[in-house]
């Protein structure tokens, strides 16, 4: 075998030769052409966080997000601001303020939309209800002119609890009054008022007949200035809301809170945490890698010689990438991570290859660097080029961002390959490997992998079970198409954002549709409609309610029942007039009112929110008679709390529902540009928003709803169709990848090494552990997902990297099985995979889910394709061979 290798032993062992004599010119001319691609990295590669980019713009789904951008480019790069408060008229006011603080500064926001805070909708708002439901308000408003009227004029609390009163004495009566909703408002204000929150009391709650809820919501979209020069693109524009929001009180423990969520954020959100993660992880990963090659050499000169070589060659692949691309993004950025688990495969063969030689034939470093580079150079070469085939079949995808990280990661192996078979042989020069004695951890590791060769049946045994196994469990692989996933959880924007899509009635990840012509905005949805994946379809014919005639009669008699309520906002500022005993009477009157009517009609529909406020009131008279408020003054700022708790909002209310009530009918001519630009876009063509029934933070769901809209609506759009088409298109974009690279991989290891049953065993292992990470993600619960599947073309090479050396040093030494084991070759592949698999192991503990995943993933491969390559192999080996050379 030797003499059929012989001008490849004799080229790489003079080139390694080459090196070690002229080391010193060596260093400095690898050093300096470093130090030149050093510069031009830093001055000329960008970065790139667009992650819509990363897939070919021909892909068809690719192509109608091109076209809604350009058409809607307002809803593209967006943040999604969350303004809570306990009431909708403090988040409304609260929405408005910071509004006007985002539109006054266009530099940073370019555009801003406050859809409910629109004028238009302000005033015309009742005309979008249904005509049951204005029926309803027009009810209840008859029941609460009275008491409106009466607070318009002496907006205090001696005047609330006397017309509550008179209501509740009406209702003892008999009359059919609907007070449950304002008896169960005041008395949950009043509880929130003891426990020393403030919670005011809402009208417009009330006059709507609505049970007052905890919390409610306002959103603004913000289409923020982006830089994307920089890593953190949207780092300026979110700083400033932030600082904003801190100034205007909107803090997490205020009243009022402001978070921060929608495309924009997640994708900040996202990136910070990967980094974050990925550094903290790295650091975790220097030291163990460090203590591994320690072990494995005990030598400080021998792991400089392998971090250096590996600096080296990243730099220049480093360069490389910003000649043939010019930029990183998001996927390919992962390279560096990939050239590490590689390359140190590269440099850890030749050092322990080399300090073979030197021991058992006692050679100078000058002879042992000329045998280890012939023994060497051409294995090295072959897991060089089938890596490198392995990462360029990722070339023809559509999916660019795997399509760069291929090229870049392909090229970096080859590189890898030179400044190891360059770079090594000149350290040795300056920090030669030293000889040592057979160590307690070298023994160690030889009986470990002599056990599986006394077990070869057993060994036969549970590899069958296990590949039978992992061929029922294939089919349960998974794939998740979220990539909310790949965040940290923790984040505000995951967190706000998984609560919206909760709330399925304005999920912010809804089906975008572009209709050219209008006539067929009607048909299309209806034909939605029915859908029972849709909860609503919404478009421009919605901005131009039905039944508007209709609607404006039941308008017309609310402004008539409300009649010309006049009042004094400044009313609402005067002192009140009543004393401390005058307001306690009245309280005291209302809770004796309260009580009989409990008591004399226990199973009336309002007893149980009665008998609350009647203990509330109670509470209150009891807080107001403790020894720690007999001043007078205390007990006055205790009553202006309780009023201005109840009566604050009350002049806003009257405000905004005298604003409505002055609504007119209108037409598709008279909605504003600020309405119909959502609508209806920059080249002509009309929106449809389709919003899910189900909470599509479900992948089964989210499929469901993509493809039951997409049978109707093939060019749908939108973020639920972009993460399910952009999930299956990078799925079958890898195993076509992986396909062509798996053929190019055979075809090369066949050429190189030829011989059919070499090749073949070569393969083997690497195909079950593929087989075994499969199962093993399945029964780990472990779904594949835009980030960790980027491990798959590291495992291939690890894998064959690891069968390669191992069926090339049994064919080129003739070594038998027991001896094969015991070689630098076996302790190599052992430790390399050491090295990997302690530092894609530490990216298990990062924030960021995707890089979390990934490392999961990596460490489970690993362990298999060790375990495949150093037990299943030479046992498969020792079988071929009956402890003989496999014959070429």
């Known amino acids: 075998m030797k003499n059929s290798l012989g001008s490849g032993y004799r080229f790489f062992a003079r080139w390694a030769d080459i090196s070690y004599c002229y080391a010193i010119w060596i260093i400095l001319l690898i050093l300096t052409l470093v130090t030149l691609s050093t510069f031009y990295v830093v001055n000329n590669l960008g970065v790139h966080t667009d992650t819509t980019d990363m897939l070919s713009e021909e892909v068809p789904f690719r192509a109608n997000h091109i076209r809604y951008r350009q058409s809607f480019p307002q809803y593209e790069d967006t943040l999604l601001l969350v303004l809570d408060a306990p009431t909708p008229e403090q988040a409304h006011i609260a929405a408005k303020r910071f509004t006007r603080y985002l539109q006054d500064d266009v530099t940073q926001f370019p555009a801003t939309y406050y859809l409910t805070g629109e004028p238009f909708f302000e005033q015309n708002g009742l005309f979008y209800k249904d005509l049951s439901e204005l029926g309803r308000l027009t009810d209840y408003l008859a029941a609460a002119q009275p008491l409106i009227a009466r607070l318009a004029e002496s907006p205090t609390l001696s005047t609330f609890s006397s017309v509550l009163t008179d209501a509740v004495e009406e209702l003892r009566k008999g009359r059919e009054l609907e007070l449950e909703p304002v008896l169960s408002g005041i008395s949950a204000t009043l509880d929130a008022r003891f426990t020393g929150k403030s919670r005011a009391l809402s009208w417009q709650a009330l006059l709507g007949g609505e049970a007052q809820k905890d919390t409610y919501q306002e959103l603004i979209i913000v289409k923020p200035k982006l830089d994307y020069s920089q890593i953190f693109a949207a780092e300026g524009p979110i700083d400033a809301i932030r600082t904003t929001a801190q100034k205007m009180g909107f803090a997490p423990n205020a009243t009022e809170k402001l978070r921060i969520t929608g495309e924009v954020a997640l994708a900040h959100d996202e990136l910070n945490s990967a980094m974050h993660g990925t550094q903290d992880a790295g650091l975790l990963a220097l030291i163990m890698v460090a203590a591994v090659l320690l072990i494995a050499f005990r030598s400080v000169g021998a792991i400089f010689t392998i971090i250096v070589s590996l600096l080296l060659g990243l730099l220049l692949t480093a360069a490389f990438a910003t000649v043939a691309v010019g930029y990183l993004n998001l996927i390919s950025i992962a390279f560096a991570v990939l050239y590490i688990g590689l390359g140190v495969d590269f440099a850890v063969h030749f050092l322990l290859r080399l ?24 294995s090295l070469l072959i897991c060089a080029l089938t890596t490198a085939i392995g990462f360029y079949a990722f070339m023809p995808t559509t999916y660019r961002g795997v399509a760069e990280l291929g090229l870049i990661s392909g090229t970096g192996m080859l590189i890898s390959f030179l400044i190891t078979i360059t770079m090594i042989p000149a350290l040795q020069r ?23 060769g006394r077990s070869r049946k057993l060994v036969y045994s549970v590899t069958s079970v296990a590949i039978l196994a992992s061929i029922f469990a294939l089919p349960h692989i998974k794939f998740d198409y979220n990539l909310l996933n790949l965040n940290n959880p923790s984040a505000e924007s995951v967190k706000t954002f998984q609560e919206l899509l909760r709330g399925t009635e304005d999920s912010p990840w809804h089906i975008n549709i572009l209709v050219d012509d209008f006539q067929e905005i009607g048909q ?21 309610p039905e039944e508007q005639e209709e609607k404006g ?198 050429i190189m090494l030829r011989s059919a049953t070499a090749t073949f065993m070569v393969l083997i292992p690497l195909l079950i552990a593929i087989l075994l990470t499969g199962a093993s993600t399945v029964m780990m619960d472990l779904s594949f997902n835009f980030a960790n599947i980027i491990a798959l073309p590291l495992l291939l090479g690890i894998g064959i990297d690891s069968s390669l050396h191992m069926v090339y040093r049994s064919r080129s030494a003739g070594a038998d099985y027991e001896n094969l084991l015991h070689t630098s070759t ?35 491969g690993l362990l298999l394709t060790l375990v495949c390559v150093l037990i299943i192999l030479p046992v498969l080996l020792q079988s071929a061979s009956g402890k003989k050379e496999i014959s070429a």
């Open 553 to 750: 009669l039941l308008i017309e008699e609310m402004a008539m029942i409300l009649g010309p309520i006049s009042y004094s906002p400044t009313a609402f500022l005067i002192p009140n007039p009543h004393t401390v005993a005058q307001q306690r009477m009245a309280l005291d009157q209302l809770r004796i009112a309260l009580s009989q009517f409990v008591v004399e009609q226990p199973e009336h529909a309002a007893a149980v929110s009665a008998r609350a406020l009647q203990e509330s009131i109670a509470n209150l008279l009891m807080q107001l008679g403790k020894p720690a408020l007999e001043n007078g003054e205390a007990k006055q700022q205790l009553l202006l709390a309780v009023n201005n708790d109840l009566l604050s909002l009350l002049p806003g209310a009257i405000e905004r529902l005298q604003l409505a009530l002055e609504a007119q009918p209108f037409s598709q001519e008279a909605l504003p540009a600020s309405v119909t630009d959502l609508w209806y876009g920059k080249d002509n063509v009309y929106r449809i928003a389709v919003y899910p029934s189900e909470n599509i933070n479900d992948n089964d769901a989210l499929r469901r709803f993509v493809r039951a809209v997409q049978e109707i609506t093939p060019n749908a759009t939108g973020v639920p169709v972009i993460s399910l088409e952009a999930g299956e298109a990078v799925v079958d974009a890898f195993f076509h990848a992986f396909s062509l690279a798996l053929i190019g991989v055979i075809l090369t290891i066949w």
């Open 826 to 860: 076996a302790r190599a592949i052992f430790y390399s995979a050491l090295t990997t698999l302690v530092g894609f192991g530490s990216l298990i503990f990062s924030i960021h889910q995707g890089t979390s995943s990934m490392g999961q993933l990596l460490t489970i």
């Open 524 to 544: 299309i949805v209806k034909q939605l409609s029915t859908l029972p994946e849709v909860k609503r379809v919404v478009s421009i014919l919605d901005m131009v």
């Open 355 to 378: 300090e073979e030689i030197r021991r058992t034939d006692q050679t100078t470093v000058p002879e042992a660097v000329y045998k280890t580079g012939g023994d060497m150079g051409q």
């Open 430 to 452: 300056l920090f030669p490997i030293q000889i040592r004695k057979s160590s307690s951890s070298v023994r160690l590791v030889d009986k470990i992998l002599d056990l599986p």
